[in-house]
């Protein structure tokens, strides 16, 4: 995976905090933003656990406000997509920055299942805040399959450049990670 760009994914919470992810890019427009991070130890999100190894496809758009992140076994199996609602999304070259707006979705592997996130963390914020908020919610779950569809099949696709090897770049102790 080492012939793939380091990209820095920021998010910002409502709550002023900065976190900073280093993912690798798989694809970039002007107008969205794919990465890649491979799940490092066991980690629980909701009722999912994802086991070590998960692959981790992170989705960012410009002009949508949400992002997705996708979380498939080495072998390509899906484990779930989870949703969360976003704006401020800025691409810069080596950065994705995004505000992260409390609410979050997790979707079972096939989408007829979602758990809500972090509602209890929208009490105390603004009502105009929480509006929004509610309305974004709405439009994903109308639009559930439509988007789930969307980044199943890039996932896919762009699998092939997380698996893909560059021939003379391996060492003795097999391919590199970062």
């Not at 989705?59 to 992140?69: E, G, I």
């Not at 989408?111 to 974004?136: C, F, H, M, T, W």
Request: proline share 7%.
């Amino acid at each position: 995976m080492s012939h793939l760009s380091v990209i820095r994914e920021v998010k910002l919470t409502l709550g002023g905090e900065r976190q900073e992810f280093p993912c690798r890019l798989l694809d970039r427009s002007e107008n969205h933003a794919v990465v890649f991070y491979p799940i490092k130890a066991r980690r629980r999100v909701g009722s999912l656990v994802l086991p070590k190894g998960t692959e981790s496809y992170g989705y960012f758009w410009r002009d949508r406000p949400y992002n997705v992140y996708h979380w498939v076994t080495p072998a390509g199996r899906t484990l779930g997509f989870y949703v969360n609602l976003a704006d401020d999304v800025v691409l810069r070259p080596g950065e994705v920055r995004w505000r992260d707006l409390a609410l979050d979705l997790l979707f079972s592997p096939d989408g007829s299942r979602v758990q809500i996130l972090d509602e209890d963390e929208l009490a105390g914020l603004p009502a105009p805040l929480r509006r929004k908020i509610e309305a974004v919610r709405a439009h994903v779950l109308t639009h559930r399959d439509e988007l789930l569809a969307e980044v199943r099949g890039a996932t896919e696709h762009l699998r092939t450049r997380v698996n893909a090897r560059p021939r003379g770049k391996e060492s003795a102790g097999g391919p590199r990670t970062p």
